[in-house]
C-alpha cells in the first residue's frame, strides 16, 4: 500500500504527498497532499487538477483568487467500470476534496458539467469558494466521457448513479471536514453547472437534509412527460436552418448566430449520448427521434425532476442559452417549484450555455461566473437570515 501511495503521489505532482491521518470514509483508494496553493494557479503546477477538465467552461478574462493554502485529498469509490484514466487509476468514482487552512466552517459540493472528470469545476468553482474559507469536494459522478452510458445494466442506470455519488461524497467530505477541523461543516451548499446543475435539483428535492441550500447554474431539465433534452434537441436538428423551426423548439430569437457551431457540436452528438443512456433500442439518427412516441419512461423516472425542493435554491440561466433553451429548461423547472418552495430565480440576459463563447461575442454575450459569484454571496446571506427568524 505505502508503494501505492508513493506512485500516486508521483503521479500527482511534487508536492508534499503522504497517507495523512484523515480517511474519506467509504473510499478504496486516497491519497493527500500538503499544498501552499488549493487554487488552480498552484495545483496547474503540481499536478493536483487537469486543466482539460474545466477547458472552455470561463471566458479568458476571468480573473480568479489565489493562495489558499491547505490540503488536497484524491481517491476514488468502490465501482466497476473505469472510464476514467486521471492519474493513471482507471478508475471512476473518482473526487478530489480540498480542506483550507483558514476555513469558514463551510463546504460546497459539486458534480461535474457535461461527462467531464473530477476537476471540471476547478476553476468555475473551487478557486472562489475556497478563498473564502470553503471546504470543496466534488466527484467525478461515478462515469465519465462519451461512453458513460455504457456504465450501468439497464437504461437510465448511469444517470441515477450521478446521484448517488454526489450523496456519498457529501456524507463523506462532511466526515473529513470534521476529523481535519474538530467540528463538522456549519453549512453545506451544493453548485454545479449544466449536469452539474441538474445534481443541484435533484438533491435538494430528495437529500436536502444534507445541505443548506445550492446554486443550479442551468441545470439540465429531466421530465418523464414535457420538456427535457430529447424533445427539444431533435426538434432542432430537424428544423435547421430553418430559422422559424428552431425558434419553434425553444431557441431564442437573437441566438441565431451561435446556431451553426451548436449544430455541428452539441445538438447531434448530445442527442445521440442520451438517447443511448435512456433509450439504447433506439437505431435511428438523432434527428428522427420521437421521445412522446418511443416513451423511455423507466429510464427517466429513475432521474426525472419534480421541483419539489426542500432547500434554498438559486437558478441561474442565461437568455441565449443555445444548448438547454431557457424556455425549455429553467423557466419550466421554475414552474415546477412554484411560488411557494425557498427558491430564486435569475434569468441572465445574453448568457450562453458556455462562458468561453464570450471571447468570441464580447458584443453580443454576457459571461454567467459574475452572476454566480455574486448569488452564492447571496445564498449564503440568505440561509444565515433564514437561521435567524423565528
Partial sequence: MLLALTLVASLLGPAQAHPGPLTVPGAEHQVSATLADLTTAGTVKTGHTDPADWAGLHSAATVNPTGVPGVQIDGYFPDTSTTNATHGWNHDSQF??????????????????????????????SDWVLSKGYAFASTDKGNTG??????????GDAIAEWNQRVTQLTVAAKAVAARHYGERPDKTFMAGISNGGYLVRWQ???????????????????????????NYLPQALRAYPDEAGVRAAGFAA???????????????????????????????????????ARKPYAAVAKIALTGRITKPLITLHGTLDTLLPISRDSDVYAKMVGPHRPFRYYRVEGGNHLDSL?????????????????????????????RLSP
Fill in 204 to 230: 435538494l428535492e430528495n437529500r436536502g437534509h444534507l445541505y443548506d441550500g445550492g446554486i443550479d447554474w442551468e441545470g439540465t431539465l429531466w421530465r418523464l412527460k414535457g420538456d427535457n433534452l430529447l
Fill in 146 to 155: 462519451v461512453s458513460f452510458h455504457t456504465d450501468g445494466r439497464r437504461p
Fill in 254 to 292: 437573437g441566438s441565431e448566430f451561435l446556431w451553426p457551431f451548436h449544430r455541428q457540436y452539441y445538438w447531434e452528438l448530445t442527442t445521440e449520448l442520451y438517447q443511448k443512456e435512456l433509450d439504447p433500442s433506439y437505431t435511428g439518427a438523432p434527428a428522427d427521434y420521437d421521445y412522446d
Fill in 96 to 125: 478530489v476534496i480540498r480542506l483550507p487552512d483558514d476555513w469558514n466552517g463551510g463546504l460546497v459540493v459539486s458534480g461535474t458539467p457535461g461527462n467531464r472528470e473530477q476537476y471540471a469545476n476547478d476553476f468555475t468553482i
Fill in 358 to 386: 464570450v471571447d468570441l461575442y464580447p458584443d453580443k454575450l454576457k459571461p454567467i461566473l459574475p452572476v454566480f459569484r455574486d448569488a452564492f454571496a447571496e445564498l449564503s446571506a440568505w440561509v444565515a437570515e433564514r
